[in-house]
C-alpha cells in the first residue's frame, strides 16, 4: 500500500485508492483540489456513498479496466457528471480510480434518450399524434397515440395508403395536393380535412415539417390532432353571430365602443350598420369621431346627450338617452342610445360598449297614431253634435205630434157627439135589418173616437 500511497500522492490528476470493498482509502490534493473538497469528507466512504451513479449502472459493480460515470455530489446535474477510470493497483488489493470531467458520445446519447423521453411523454399528454412518411419508400409510421385518434386499434398495421383512404372522399385531393406542394415549394403544412368515424364527420388538423439530405427530401413528419370539437364551436360561434348581425340589422341596432389608448385618448369606433346609420365611412376609427358624431346631431339634443356621454365616460355610469339627428337631405331620425363601461384590474374606466337604436320609424307610426287619433276623435265629436241634433229634432217632432194628437181629439170628440146622438136617434125608428146594423157598426166606431 505504502507503494500505492507514494505513486497516488505525486500524481498530479485527481485519484483516489480504493479497496476491493469499493471503500475509499486514500485520495491525492489533486482530487481535493478538483472537487473542492476536504480529504476526511471522502475517506473512508464507499465510493457510491459519496459518488451518485448513474441510473444506466444499476448494478453499481466496480472492476479492473473499467469505466463509471457518476454524479460529482448528490445534486444529478447533467453538467456535474465525471467518470471514474478503474485500475489495479501494484499490490493488486487495491484500486486506482482517475477522475476526469468530460463527456462521451455515451452521455451525449443520455441526454439525448432523455430529452426523447421527456418530449415523448410531452406529446402524448397533449392528446397529439404523430406520423413520418419516408418519401423515397413510400412508407409511414404512426404512433399509438396517432391511432387512437382516428379510432384504429394500436395493434391494426395502417400504411400511409390506408390512412388516405379513411380520408373523406372530397378532402382527398386537397390532402394530397396539400402534401406534395409542400415537399415541391415548401410551403407551410398546415390544413384540415374530414374523416367519417361511427357514422360522424370528424374534423382533424394536420401540420408537418419535410427533411432534406443534400437538397433531396427524405421524409416529412408531423402532428395530428382531432379537432372536431373546436369545429362545432366555431360553427355555432358563426351562427350566433350571424343570427344576432341578422336581428340587429333587422331591428336596426348598431353597436359601438371607444377604448383609451396610450395617451390616454378615447378612440371611437362604430360598426357597418351604425357608421350607416349617421352616414359615416365605414373605416371611421379615431379620437376626432366623436365630434363627428356630436355635429350629426339635433341643435337642441346635442349638449345634453354628449355632456351625459362624456359624464358616463368619467364616472362609469350607465349611459341612456332618447336623441334626435339630422342626417343627409336635412331627414330628422330618432335614436335610443345606452351604453356600459368597463373598468381595468386598477378600476379604472378604459372601454365603453353601447348600441344605437334607429326609433324613427316608431316615431313615425306613433305620429300617425296620434295624427288618426286626432281625426277620429273629430269625426267623434262631429258625430255626437249630430246625433245631439238629431235628437234635439226627434223630441221637438214628438211634442208637435202630441200636441197635433191632442188637438185631433178635441177636434174630433165634438162633433162625434152629435154623430152619436144622431144614430141614437135612428136606432129608435123602423129599419131595417141591413141598415140596423150599419147604424150598429157606425155607432160603435163613433164611441171608440171619442
Not at 477522475?99 to 462521451?104: A, I, R, S, V, Y
Not at 365611412?281 to 358624431?293: A, I
Not at 320609424?361 to 287619433?373: E, Y
Not at 208637435?400 to 165634438?414: D, Q, V
Request: glycine share 4%; net charge negative; aromatic share 10%.
Amino acid at each position: 500500500m505504502n507503494e500505492s500511497l507514494k505513486l497516488l500522492h505525486s500524481s498530479p490528476f485527481p485519484m483516489l485508492l480504493l479497496n476491493r470493498k469499493g471503500v475509499i482509502k486514500a485520495v491525492n490534493s489533486a482530487l481535493t483540489q478538483f472537487l473542492n473538497v476536504s480529504i476526511s469528507n471522502i475517506e473512508q466512504n464507499h465510493l457510491f456513498e459519496y459518488f451518485c451513479p448513474l441510473d444506466h449502472n444499476p448494478n453499481n459493480s466496480i472492476t479492473a479496466d473499467s469505466q463509471i460515470y457518476v454524479y460529482a455530489s448528490k445534486n444529478k446535474n447533467i453538467n456535474n457528471i465525471m467518470r471514474l477510470n478503474i485500475n489495479t493497483s501494484p499490490e493488486d488489493q487495491y484500486y486506482w480510480v482517475l477522475l476526469t470531467k468530460e463527456k462521451n458520445w455515451q452521455l451525449d446519447y443520455w441526454e439525448i434518450e432523455e430529452s426523447l423521453s421527456r418530449l415523448t411523454n410531452t406529446i402524448s399528454a397533449t392528446n397529439f399524434g404523430i406520423w413520418e412518411y419516408n418519401i423515397a419508400d413510400k412508407e409511414a409510421l404512426f404512433s399509438n397515440k396517432f391511432k387512437e385518434i382516428i379510432q384504429i386499434n394500436i395493434e391494426q398495421q395502417l400504411s400511409w395508403e390506408m390512412f388516405i383512404d379513411a380520408i373523406y372522399i372530397e378532402d382527398q385531393l386537397l390532402f394530397n395536393n396539400s402534401i406534395k406542394t409542400h415537399v415541391a415549394y415548401l410551403t407551410p403544412l398546415d390544413f384540415e380535412f374530414r374523416m367519417l368515424l361511427d357514422n360522424k364527420i370528424h374534423w382533424f388538423s394536420i401540420k408537418g415539417e419535410t427533411f432534406f439530405n443534400d437538397k433531396q427530401p427524405i421524409c416529412t413528419m408531423g402532428t395530428l390532432s382531432d379537432c372536431s370539437h373546436r369545429k362545432q364551436i366555431v360553427h355555432e360561434l358563426n351562427n350566433a353571430i350571424e343570427s344576432n348581425n341578422i336581428a340587429m340589422e333587422i331591428s336596426k341596432v348598431g353597436t359601438w365602443y371607444a377604448e383609451l389608448n396610450l395617451h390616454n385618448d378615447w378612440i371611437w369606433t362604430w360598426d357597418i350598420l351604425t357608421s350607416e346609420m349617421f352616414g359615416f365611412n365605414n373605416k371611421n376609427t379615431g379620437t376626432d369621431d366623436f365630434d363627428k358624431w356630436a355635429t350629426c346631431l339635433h341643435p337642441d339634443d346635442e349638449m345634453r346627450v354628449t355632456s351625459t356621454l362624456l359624464n358616463s365616460l368619467e364616472t362609469g355610469k350607465v349611459f341612456s338617452e332618447s336623441f334626435r339627428a339630422i342626417l343627409a337631405g336635412g331627414k330628422i331620425s330618432y335614436f335610443i342610445g345606452k351604453g356600459r363601461v368597463r373598468q381595468n384590474e386598477n378600476n379604472e374606466n378604459y372601454r365603453i360598449d353601447g348600441i344605437f337604436f334607429d326609433e324613427t320609424p316608431i316615431q313615425s307610426t306613433q305620429r300617425k297614431l296620434k295624427n288618426l287619433n286626432l281625426k277620429l276623435e273629430e269625426r267623434v265629436n262631429e258625430r255626437t253634435l249630430e246625433l245631439e241634433q238629431a235628437k234635439i229634432k226627434a223630441e221637438k217632432a214628438s211634442q208637435i205630434k202630441t200636441e197635433f194628437l191632442s188637438m185631433m181629439s178635441h177636434e174630433l170628440r165634438t162633433p162625434m157627439n152629435a154623430v152619436i146622438g144622431s144614430l141614437d136617434l135612428l136606432q129608435s125608428t123602423k129599419q131595417t135589418y141591413e141598415a140596423k146594423d150599419l147604424i150598429d157598426t157606425a155607432k160603435t166606431s163613433a164611441e171608440n173616437l171619442c
